[in-house]
């Protein structure tokens, strides 16, 4: 069963940073792409990261380029994102998602994407 934790989320003020993880179990990681999303109330589920199966090839939205990455680790089965110089328009539910990488090259559509966690909440105030 595929089963993805996220972790790390919290409160912190405007200009701070925040690492968040994605643990992976049930499948064969290393095969996967996988994203980092994010849902406020009222809006439409945003993706803000994705990464190849390799870890070669990332995408970020324009909204957080320069100041997330996301990376992975395949040997701990674990994505991360790190969030530098964080604002109050980036606080959201964050989710981690996942989808093979066959027929598939990557992007931020959440349709995409077939499993993901229960979310970890990131809050940013001024």
């Known amino acids: 069963q595929v089963q993805l934790v996220e972790s790390g989320g919290g409160s912190v003020q405007a200009g701070g940073s925040l690492r968040l993880s994605c643990a992976a179990s049930?499948?064969?990681?290393?095969?996967?792409?996988m994203a980092w999303f994010r849902q406020s109330p009222g809006k439409a589920r945003e993706g803000v990261a994705c990464?190849?199966?390799?870890?070669?090839?990332?995408t970020y939205p324009d909204s957080v380029k320069g100041r997330f990455t996301i990376s992975r680790d395949n040997a701990k089965n674990t994505v991360y994102l790190q969030m530098n110089n964080l604002k109050p328009e980036d606080t959201a539910m964050y989710y981690c998602?996942?989808?093979?990488?066959?027929?598939?090259?990557?992007?931020?559509?959440?349709?995409?994407?077939?499993?993901w966690g229960q979310g970890t909440q990131v809050t940013v105030s001024s």
């Open positions: 990464i190849s199966p390799g870890g070669v090839t990332t």
């Open positions: 998602a996942a989808r093979s990488s066959r027929y598939f090259s990557g992007g931020l559509h959440p349709s995409d994407y077939a499993d």
């Open positions: 049930g499948y064969d990681y290393t095969r996967m792409y």
